[in-house]
Structures are given as structure tokens and as C-alpha cells.
């Protein structure tokens, strides 16, 4: 059992199935979305929580880089904060949003049991769907603020996670996840 918070709904309770170390995603993608975090989440040791937990790590922190852009929000013009936290940056929505993705993909290519353990699994949906709409307004609301400059850089950098996004298996499956909520 995994436990999240989400705005609006407070904590909850998501049951941890099973679930494949998420380095197999870093093995489907190629160099162009090696990006800072890339490393971190996706060929990390087999102690990190996404390599343990899979696509349950992935949520995990997707959730927490939601909760890093509110607070740095709510905070920034506290130029003192600045210092400490330095997460006026909403990249991490386009990478977990898209190992999360493709690791459902995988699953549903390659580990049968996993995908049809995850895809019954409502309160895994109910919470990705929940962090994904608020962080998606949250990350349109910070590219509001950026200048034309600073825009058009974000979305260069992340052009291979864009489009990837943009591709119809990955939307079809973020369209199978809003269902899967219900």
C-alpha cells in the first residue's frame, strides 16, 4: 500500500501491484530523452523505489514534483526560498507522465499479469488522473509567466517528450487511463 496525497481529496490509499523495474523503460527510449532525471528514476539501482515499485515509484513521484511546483508557487516571490527550493520547473510532468505511459505500454506488450493487475487497479488511475489534471493546469499556469525566450527553450529541450506524448499509442493509453478511473 502506497499512500498520496492529493489536493483536494486528501490522503489515499493505492495498492501496490505488481509491477517490472522501471530501467526496461529506459531500455525502450532512446538517447533523445535522457534528460537530467533520466538516470535518476530510470537506471537507478535496484534500490530506488521505481526500480522496486515500478510504475507505483513512478506515481509516487510524479506526485512529489506536483507538490515541489505548488510550493515553490506559493512561496516565490519570497526571494529567500529561492535558495532552498528550485522547483519553478514543470519538465518532470512531461518525463513521469511519459515513463508512466510507456511503462503501461510495456505491460501491456510484454507482462500480460502486470498489465491486467495494474488496469483493475482504479485507485491507481483515480490517482494518476487527479495529479496529471492539477499538474498540467499548474505547469500552463507557470508557462503563462515565462517569457516568449524561456517558452520556446522548455519546449526545444523537451521536443522528444512532446511528441512522444503526441504519438497515438501514448495517447491512446492516457485516454484508456481516464477510463480506468472510473
Known amino acids: 500500500m502506497m499512500t498520496l496525497h492529493l489536493d483536494g481529496e486528501g490522503d489515499i490509499n493505492v495498492p501496490v501491484g505488481k509491477s517490472f523495474p522501471s530501467r526496461i523503460v529506459a531500455d525502450k527510449l532512446g538517447e533523445q530523452f535522457k534528460t537530467s532525471r533520466f538516470n535518476t528514476y530510470l537506471n537507478s539501482g535496484r534500490a530506488h523505489a521505481v526500480q522496486q515499485d515500478g510504475i507505483y515509484g513512478l506515481l509516487n513521484e510524479f506526485n512529489a514534483y506536483y507538490h515541489g511546483v505548488v510550493a515553490y508557487n506559493s512561496i516565490r516571490k519570497k526571494k529567500i526560498w529561492k535558495n532552498y527550493i528550485n522547483n519553478d520547473t514543470c519538465e518532470p510532468f512531461y518525463e513521469l507522465k511519459l ?20 488496469i483493475g487497479n482504479k485507485t491507481y488511475f483515480h490517482a494518476f488522473t487527479n495529479i496529471h489534471d492539477r499538474f498540467a493546469r499548474l505547469c500552463t499556469y507557470r508557462m503563462n509567466l515565462k517569457s516568449a525566450a524561456g517558452k520556446d527553450k522548455m519546449l526545444k529541450d523537451y521536443k522528444p517528450y512532446i511528441d512522444r506524448l503526441n504519438s497515438e499509442p501514448v495517447k491512446s493509453v492516457m485516454k484508456q487511463t481516464y477510463l480506468w478511473a472510473k
Open 99 to 118: 515513463w508512466i505511459l510507456e511503462h503501461i505500454l510495456i505491460s501491456k506488450e510484454k507482462y500480460p499479469d502486470i498489465y491486467q493487475d495494474l
